[in-house]
């Protein structure tokens, strides 16, 4: 699973922080730092913190390898 943050609508509400914190993690108080690769074990985890996010930053997408497969 591949992760993105659309940093511009991020309001830093950090609900992905607290559902997921080995992928997500908050710096200051507005420096969002992700895993844009997730783990296997954490994509349970991932999809909650999508769902939970209250203005949708978060975005999810099954990884693709180079030879698009």
Do not use: N, W
Not at 4 to 25: E, I, N, R
Not at 33 to 61: F, K, M, N, S, T
């Amino acid at each position: 699973m591949r992760t993105v943050v659309d940093l511009t609508h991020c309001q830093g509400y950090a609900q992905c922080v607290f559902l997921a914190p080995k992928v997500f993690q908050l710096h200051g108080e507005e420096g969002l730092l992700y895993a844009p690769a997730v783990p296997d074990d954490q994509a349970e985890r991932v999809r909650q913190a999508a769902a939970a996010c209250p203005v949708q930053a978060i975005l999810l997408g099954e990884e693709v390898s180079v030879d698009g497969r």
